[in-house]
């Protein structure tokens, strides 16, 4: 980590003076001390980051959020300070402003006032999710092992259960989206095995900054094509998760306008989302039809096919292939079919022998089915 962090304290305020990158890997060691500062009382918080060389985007969103928390509380959290690269990614966030960056000439902390206390990183608790320290270089390790050492499967095995706990944190994460929590930590597990045989270590990057994503992405897949019998737009999905967690933050009575102030979305796609979830998993059509029903059911309120379905194209063909028999052969079908008489009635109607009558008809529905089978 190329990070070393020392602490100011005086009553109700802090300072916490960086040195070094603010990345993705070291970031969790100073959320955990600003954590540390909450828990003990003190929400007014000043981070000096003169000496920060940079400030990724990862880092950026835990610092929002620190700020957020603070703010929460009464108190405050800024960033002040940053110069070069590092301020120039808090520009490029649209961020400097809100984190205080350009006051560190108002900054009230003389030299006098601060004892650096230095950070004993490894002394940190760091959980929330976050990987184990050294874990990248052990994957290095096991990647140094030829394909057939009796050493490799154990040490992949003890890699994955020194992470396990890690996957579970971030598979508690999305507890608030309806799913079984023990379903959840067995898909982030799954992740974190694909996390570890995919990662290298040549590529120069921490192993937390590949897992995250991968079991986070193992996650979401699993929402999106396990738990919902109706295909709801992806947007939708990563906005129902961030909701879940919202609700844990907010509280079980946040309303809508709650949800979407702290997301910082329209109200009207927190609706979206809510009803979205509704049709996730449709209702069952042998559920009751209503509190007045009795014994009714919702499918006995669904209708049938109608045998009559079937014959609407007949019905439509047949004057058409009618119409093309001889005229004495369509007064026979009027007669038989429509006039509903027998054959010796249309015979002695038409002047003819029953028998004559019988063939002209047989023959006239015959070339008729030909035809209707043909298409018309």
């Known amino acids: 980590m190329e990070l070393s962090m020392t602490l100011s304290s005086r009553p109700r305020e802090s300072l ?70 590092a301020l120039t990614a808090l520009e490029i966030a649209g961020v400097a402003k809100e984190l205080d960056a350009y006051a560190y000439a108002d900054l009230d902390w003389p030299e006098a006032d601060r004892d650096r206390t230095p950070v004993d990183s490894a002394a940190l608790h760091i959980g929330h999710g976050h990987w184990p320290v050294g874990v990248t270089e052990l994957i290095g ?58 990662f290298d270590p040549a590529r120069g990057l921490e192993f937390g900054a590949y897992a995250t994503p991968t079991v986070a992405g193992e996650l979401k897949r699993y929402f999106r094509d396990r738990t919902s019998a109706v295909r709801v737009p992806r947007r939708l999905q990563e906005l129902r998760l961030e909701m879940g967690k919202a609700r844990e933050e907010l509280g079980s009575t946040a309303t809508v306008a709650d949800l979407a102030a702290h997301l910082g979305v329209g109200e009207a796609e927190v609706a979206e989302v809510i009803t979205a979830g509704h049709m996730q998993h449709p209702m069952s059509i042998d559920a009751s039809a209503g509190p007045e029903s009795d014994d009714a059911t919702i499918a006995d309120g669904v209708g049938g096919d109608d045998p009559g379905f079937g014959l609407v194209d007949l019905r439509v063909s047949l004057p058409a292939v009618i119409s093309s028999l001889p005229e004495r052969e369509q007064r026979i079908i009027a007669l038989r079919f429509y006039g509903n008489l027998s054959q010796s009635e249309i015979a002695a109607r038409l002047g003819l022998s029953q028998m004559h009558i019988s063939r002209l008809l047989t023959h006239a529905l015959s070339f008729l089915r030909r035809r209707l089978s043909e298409g018309g």
């Open 16 to 85: 916490v003076e960086l040195d070094g990158v603010l990345d993705y890997a070291s970031v969790p060691y100073l959320r955990q001390v600003v954590y540390e500062r909450f828990d003990s009382g003190c929400h007014d918080i000043t981070v000096d980051a003169a000496r920060a060389r940079l400030i990724d985007a990862a880092s950026i969103k835990v610092l929002l959020y620190l700020q957020q928390r603070a703010e929460k509380a009464g108190g405050r959290l800024r960033v002040t300070g940053a110069r070069g690269i």
């Open 141 to 198: 390790q096991l990647d140094a092992l030829a394909p057939d050492d009796p050493r490799r499967a154990r040490r992949r095995d003890e890699i994955i259960a020194m992470c396990l706990p890690a996957a579970r944190n971030l598979a508690r994460r999305y507890a608030g989206s309806g799913e079984p929590v023990g379903d959840l930590v067995q898909v982030a597990s799954l992740g974190l095995v694909k996390a570890v045989d995919g």
